[in-house]
């Protein structure tokens, strides 16, 4: 039942989480059955990056629904990231706020950010990209 939650996205009211929504079926299908069949190995992992980087190889799955599933994955097994993943909105977020400073990355570390944020971890600095992406376009920041 977890690989289906987690591989599908399925929300507590039984939804499919926005972020997943263009995923393709069969990728979702392939995602659950690699949580399924490679639990116990996914379970002994001890690095969130490591996780991320065997969910991220499997067919059909972008960045954004690696972290996704990475970040369900992890709250399973007891990992949390430890860089702030660039994808999608996060990027342009990160783009926006730190302009050159992040060039071709796929992901920054908290001390990348200026201090007023470093109280923020990974994931909510994250979710704090993605939510005010357009905000930083109206501030200078340095």
Known sequence: ???????????????????????????????ELFILNNFEELSKVIKFHDLYKMVNKIKGIGPLAADDASIRVGACIGLVPDKVYLHQGA???????????????????VKDFP??????????LE??????KDTFLQKSVS
Request: glycine share 4%; hydrophobic share 35%.
């Open 1 to 31: 039942m977890l690989a289906k939650l987690i591989g599908w996205a399925i929300t507590s009211e039984g939804k499919t989480h926005p972020h997943q929504c263009q995923v393709e079926k069969t990728a979702k299908a392939n995602l």
């Open 91 to 109: 990027r342009e977020g990160a783009r926006n706020l730190l302009r050159d400073k992040m060039k071709n990355k796929r992901y920054l570390k």
């Open 115 to 124: 201090v007023e944020l470093h109280s923020l971890t990974p994931a909510q």
């Open 127 to 132: 979710n704090f990209l993605c939510m005010y």
